[in-house]
């Protein structure tokens, strides 16, 4: 079946001894067979790759309508040219699967942790320093997973994932909503609101910032006094980039935190490889930000040192963005006054599609895509996407940003602050 951007892709599927393919227009027979197969619980194979991949059966009762389509995680099993192909998660699906591996309770919420907050203090050693040891040895490489897992849950618990007009949100607003986010979760066994530390807005005089500061961090220190380790929180901020520091080692700028916090060359690689799309914004900027959560030490000198951390890339109102794309994106929404949420979720059922975006004011509520790129495994994925939507009923609202197109127009609002936000955290 030819596509829109106009290469070739095969289908060819198998329902127990028969084939059909898309190529020769066996449409209506796919349906039906589909609806057949699923009655019997017969799998729908596809003949791209061998061995078959398995292909899930959707439908939409009320349309009478059936599709075949990838299994959720499944499309790098299929062959680069098939439909049903598309490259191996991208990161809203990997958000989506950090996100729903946060267990809800009656009580809130828990995050399952690999992160200590002790490190032992080897004889003889000092607390910390800046020679990256402390964040190679002891940060098990995963902690950086569950620190953006957080840090995404954190956003999304505190809905900065959804944008209604009105005066633009500022870092006092962000910090009291995620602070309010906090409360009744568990990180490991530890309590949350206990080991992180959410940089507040600009307190004057500095004095009381650290005043602040030190009662978060004193329960800590005695915590720890005569076991012989070093305690290490979490810290919640803004990220406004790594600087060399006036005594040499990096510095990055958190906030109103005017020490900044400490970081090895170790840690600065790791952080522009991991998260490459957050640093290449221009930062601190009007329209974008970057959050960050970092796990930290007290160092023997007061100043603090990140072991590890995990950055997450805003619109200039703090709506999480997977690109720049997205950010410009959000950008308009917002400057138009729009009601619109970045799902961090798949928001319909029997899915795992995520738009970019959701505009919310408009009846039914509009996705939105960003195409951010031409590779043949992005065309295949946004062919598979533009199918998906069109069977689900949606009229999509696209933009083509990598052909530097420009920015589509909005569709008028139909119920301002109607719509409810489609995903939303459970309990
Ligand atoms: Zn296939």
């Given at each position: 079946?030819?596509?829109?951007?106009?290469?070739?892709?095969?289908?060819?599927?198998?329902?127990?001894?028969?084939?059909?393919s898309y190529e020769r227009g066996d449409t209506a027979r796919i349906a039906g067979a589909l609806q057949l197969a699923k009655?019997?619980?017969?799998?729908?194979?596809?003949?791209?790759?061998?061995?078959?991949?398995?292909?899930?059966?959707?439908?939409?009762?009320?349309?009478?309508?059936?599709?075949?389509?990838?299994?959720?995680?499944?499309?790098?099993?299929?062959?680069?040219?098939?439909?049903?192909?598309?490259?191996?998660?991208?990161?809203?699906?990997?958000?989506?699967?950090?996100?729903?591996?946060?267990?809800?309770?009656?009580?809130?919420?828990?995050?399952?942790?690999?992160?200590?907050?002790?490190?032992?203090?080897?004889?003889?050693?000092?607390?910390?320093?800046?020679?990256?040891?402390?964040?190679?040895?002891?940060?098990?490489?995963?902690?950086?997973?569950?620190?953006?897992?957080?840090?995404?849950?954190?956003?999304?618990?505190?809905?900065?994932?959804?944008?209604?007009?009105?005066?633009?949100?500022?870092?006092?607003?962000?910090?009291?909503?995620?602070?309010?986010?906090?409360?009744?979760?568990?990180?490991?066994?530890?309590?949350?609101?206990?080991?992180?530390?959410?940089?507040?807005?600009?307190?004057?005089?500095?004095?009381?910032?650290?005043?602040?500061?030190?009662?978060?961090?004193?329960?800590?220190?005695?915590?720890?006094?005569?076991?012989?380790?070093?305690?290490?929180?979490?810290?919640?901020?803004?990220?406004?980039?790594?600087?060399?520091?006036?005594?040499?080692?990096?510095?990055?700028?958190?906030?109103?935190?005017?020490?900044?916090?400490?970081?090895?060359?170790?840690?600065?690689?790791?952080?522009?490889?991991?998260?490459?799309?957050?640093?290449?914004?221009?930062?601190?900027?009007?329209?974008?930000?970057?959050?960050g959560l970092f796990l930290a030490e007290v160092m023997d000198s007061g100043k603090l040192l990140a072991v590890d951390g995990?950055?997450?890339?805003?619109?200039?109102?703090?709506?999480?963005?997977?690109?720049?794309?997205?950010?410009?994106?959000?950008?308009?929404?917002?400057?138009?006054?729009?009601?619109?949420?970045?799902?961090?979720?798949?928001?319909?059922?029997?899915?795992?599609?995520?738009?970019?975006?959701?505009?919310?004011?408009?009846?039914?509520?509009?996705?939105?895509?960003?195409?951010?790129?031409?590779?043949?495994?992005?065309?295949?994925?946004?062919?598979?996407?533009?199918?998906?939507?069109?069977?689900?009923?949606?009229?999509?609202?696209?933009?083509?940003?990598?052909?530097?197109?420009?920015?589509?127009?909005?569709?008028?609002?139909?119920?301002?602050?109607?719509?409810?936000?489609?995903?939303?955290?459970?309990?």
């Amino acid at each position: 079946m030819a596509t829109p951007d106009g290469s070739r892709r095969i289908a060819k599927i198998r329902i127990g001894k028969h084939s059909f393919s898309y190529e020769r227009g066996d449409t209506a027979r796919i349906a039906g067979a589909l609806q057949l197969a699923k009655e019997a619980s017969m799998p729908v194979l596809c003949e791209c790759s061998d061995p078959s991949p398995k292909l899930v059966i959707q439908s939409r009762a009320d349309r009478g309508r059936w599709w075949p389509a990838t299994w959720p995680k499944g499309g790098p099993a299929h062959a680069l040219e098939c439909l049903f192909h598309h490259p191996a998660l991208a990161d809203a699906e990997d958000r989506a699967a950090r996100l729903a591996a946060i267990q809800i309770l009656p009580s809130g919420f828990r995050i399952k942790s690999n992160i200590s907050f002790s490190r032992p203090l080897a004889r003889g050693e000092q607390p910390s320093n800046l020679d990256g040891r402390a964040g190679r040895s002891n940060a098990a490489s995963s902690s950086s997973t569950t620190l953006l897992g957080a840090l995404e849950f954190l956003m999304e618990r505190a809905q900065l994932h959804l944008h209604i007009p009105g005066p633009k949100r500022g870092w006092g607003q962000v910090v009291e909503l995620l602070r309010a986010s906090l409360k009744g979760g568990l990180l490991g066994r530890k309590r949350l609101p206990e080991v992180i530390y959410v940089v507040p807005e600009f307190i004057f005089p500095h004095r009381e910032h650290e005043k602040q500061f030190q009662a978060f961090w004193e329960p800590l220190v005695r915590n720890a006094q005569g076991r012989g380790t070093v305690p290490r929180f979490l810290l919640l901020c803004e990220f406004k980039g790594v600087e060399p520091g006036a005594d040499g080692p990096l510095r990055a700028s958190v906030g109103q935190l005017s020490g900044g916090i400490y970081l090895s060359d170790y840690l600065k690689d790791k952080l522009e490889q991991k998260y490459a799309i957050a640093l290449a914004q221009p930062i601190p900027s009007k329209s974008a930000h970057v959050l960050g959560l970092f796990l930290a030490e007290v160092m023997d000198s007061g100043k603090l040192l990140a072991v590890d951390g995990a950055l997450v890339l805003t619109s200039g109102s703090f709506v999480p963005c997977d690109s720049g794309h997205e950010v410009r994106m959000a950008t308009l929404l917002a400057r138009k006054a729009r009601h619109f949420e970045k799902p961090m979720r798949p928001p319909y059922p029997n899915s795992d599609m995520i738009p970019d975006f959701l505009l919310l004011d408009t009846r039914p509520v509009r996705p939105i895509e960003v195409w951010g790129m031409n590779t043949p495994d992005y065309l295949a994925r946004k062919q598979a996407k533009r199918a998906e939507y069109q069977a689900l009923g949606m009229q999509l609202l696209e933009w083509e940003a990598y052909r530097g197109h420009r920015l589509p127009v909005l569709p008028e609002v139909d119920e301002p602050g109607l719509n409810l936000p489609l995903t939303k955290v459970k309990g």
